[in-house]
């Protein structure tokens, strides 16, 4: 091929450079700008008037130090070519992220006579990246299991939090199916858990019984999210399981000591009667209900003051009143009742 053949026509190569998508602009040796394209006036917001014949110092956003500056200049003022991140300044003030490459530009001889830079803005790409990392170390430090598998159920996501509730490393429950997290007769679960989610349906504190790896049992609230394709299909099952180990047991140990009293209330060989602040009665024993010849359904329709002997109301009143201010407070009084 003739040299000809490789000739490109100035006004095409100036056209291609108007309509590039990333910014570009051209230097002279000295560094004062002699053209920048429409796309870097989108990026930065000056006009070609406004940036011909000014230097790109007017871009500096103040993040970087002096000698970042210098390391450029150094770069292509020995003919080497500069590519970096540079986070720059728009003319409105506001900063912005771009990926920067400057070349020399050089005659026939290799002398330079200018110096060309490409600027590719990222910064959507940048913020979306640090909202993703943002989100990953939260997921990583969650305390609760979070969990990602695919619509069969193989796992494909294992957080710090899974690995110290279920026991299994990353790489052991990685590839695995969720089955071997529960418990055998409580696989019911994860087929309701997994159906709902295929349907798109969000599930929300669903109560169940996992595996740890050591076998033990224990008690977990499940909330899941179906993760959906651009289409609107199903492509992981998403679930955050919180260990309530410690909330059931202190559901038991309260509802045993709720028994002991029971127990005890109701067994005591004197009187007990609980009221409410108007005065209704709301709980007896039955010792009570003996020594005033009422059953319990009956004392639970009466109050204290239709139990208590006509002349003794205003004594018991004013007793009540000072127990409701002080309710730390305790008082004992000798006082007729009034039976069936």
């Keep these: 091929m003739s040299q000809e053949e490789y000739t490109i026509d100035p006004a095409s190569l100036l056209e291609a450079v108007s309509q590039a998508a990333d910014g570009i602009v051209i230097t002279d040796t000295q560094g004062t700008i002699q053209y920048v394209n429409p796309a870097f006036t989108a990026q930065t917001g000056y006009s070609r008037e406004e940036a011909t014949g000014r230097n ?5 956003s103040g993040c970087h130090p002096e000698g970042f500056y210098k390391e450029i200049w150094n770069t292509i003022l020995s003919g080497r070519v500069w590519q970096g991140d540079v986070t720059n300044r728009r003319k409105d003030g506001t900063l912005y992220d ?3 490459r400057i070349a020399p530009v050089k005659d026939s001889n290799g ?9 590719h803005d990222v910064t959507k790409r940048r913020a979306h990246q640090q909202t993703q990392n943002s989100l990953a170390a939260i997921v990583e430090s969650s305390s609760d299991a979070m969990i990602a598998s695919t619509p069969a159920g193989i796992i494909v996501a294992w957080n710090r939090g899974a690995e110290t509730i279920f026991g299994y490393s990353g790489s052991e429950a990685i590839g695995k199916n969720l089955s071997m997290l529960m ?3 409580r696989l019911c679960d994860l087929e309701y858990f997994a159906g709902q989610i ?5 599930v929300s504190q669903y109560e169940s019984l996992c595996l740890r790896n050591d076998g033990s049992r224990f008690p977990v609230s499940v909330t899941g999210a179906p993760v959906k394709s651009s289409t609107g299909e199903v492509v992981f099952m998403s679930a955050v399981l919180r260990d309530t180990s410690k909330a059931w047991e202190l559901e038991q140990k309260l509802r045993k000591s709720e028994e002991r009293f029971r127990k005890v209330f109701e067994d005591a060989p004197f009187g007990i009667a609980v009221s409410a602040e108007k005065g209704n009665i709301a709980l007896t024993n039955s010792a009570f209900c003996r020594m005033l010849g009422y059953s319990k359904e009956q004392m639970q329709s009466l109050s204290w003051r239709e139990l208590t002997a006509p002349e003794d109301i205003p004594a018991s009143q004013g007793l009540l009143e000072r127990l409701l201010q002080e309710p730390s407070e305790t008082a004992e009084t000798n006082k007729p009742l009034s039976g069936s």
């Design 98 to 100: 771009e990926e920067m």
């Design 111 to 119: 002398a330079p006579t200018g110096y060309i830079a490409i600027k």
């Design 183 to 185: 418990v055998p007769e």
């Design 198 to 202: 295929l349907l798109g349906i969000d």
């Design 56 to 60: 790109p110092r007017i871009l500096k």
